[in-house]
């Protein structure tokens, strides 16, 4: 190979662009670590607050929930308020839930919420309340229909969506004509119902 008599172009090495960075890297990296260990500080300490709200709801002790919670702890409120029939209270968490929550507690609450309403109707039934147990029937079904979208794999759901659909068949009004009274045996509706006759789901 003939030489071009030229000397080689000196590439720069990469020891003074090194010296050039060090010392805003060592400026900002304290800051950094600093902030990534608040950080972690941060999150440990909303697990714990949220853990201890969440053990003091499934103990029946009233603790406020706003909505920007975590899911887990909407799900625990809801539960609870569903326990004491506050269902009214219960909407904007779920609604909360159903925007940030995966679908597993969102089937979930769901399900707590038409295991409330079922319970609610077998209450009227047994009172031989027919006309308000059935709009909590329905309600019932629903809930346990969203809650079946979400969670096919939900047993207690599919079971509870099937003694809500007997009780809905069964009612003895359906057969009843406008203005016809009919007297109300809410013991006939329970035999109908596989497994538990006068449970509760």
């Given at each position: 190979m003939i030489a071009s008599g030229f000397p080689a172009a000196r590439?720069?090495?990469l020891r003074p662009i090194w010296l050039r960075?060090?010392?805003p890297l060592l400026l900002v990296l304290p800051g950094l670590l600093a902030a990534a260990a608040l950080g972690a500080v941060a999150l440990a300490w909303r697990d714990i607050a949220a853990n201890r709200t969440i053990a003091a709801l499934e103990a029946g002790k009233d603790a406020a929930v706003a909505s920007g919670a975590l899911p887990e702890v909407l799900l625990a409120?809801?539960?609870?308020?569903a326990r004491r029939e506050r269902?009214?209270?219960?909407?904007?968490?779920?609604d909360a839930l159903d925007r940030r929550?995966?679908?597993r507690l969102r089937g979930e609450a769901r399900r707590v919420l038409g295991d409330a309403r079922l319970r609610q109707a077998f209450g009227r039934l047994e009172a031989g309340d027919l006309e308000k147990a059935g709009p909590l029937v329905v309600l019932a079904r629903e809930a346990y229909r969203?809650?079946?979208t979400l969670r096919p794999d939900d047993w207690d759901a599919k079971y509870n969506l099937d003694v809500a659909s007997r009780l809905v068949r069964d009612f003895p009004e359906r057969g009843r004509t406008e203005g016809e009274e009919m007297?109300?045996?809410p013991r006939?509706?329970?035999t109908d119902i596989p497994g538990q006759p006068r449970g509760l789901p």
């Open positions: 590439r720069p090495g960075l060090r010392s409120r809801i539960r609870f308020l269902f009214e209270e219960a909407e904007p968490l779920t929550g995966p679908a969203r809650a079946l007297p109300a045996d006939k509706i329970w």
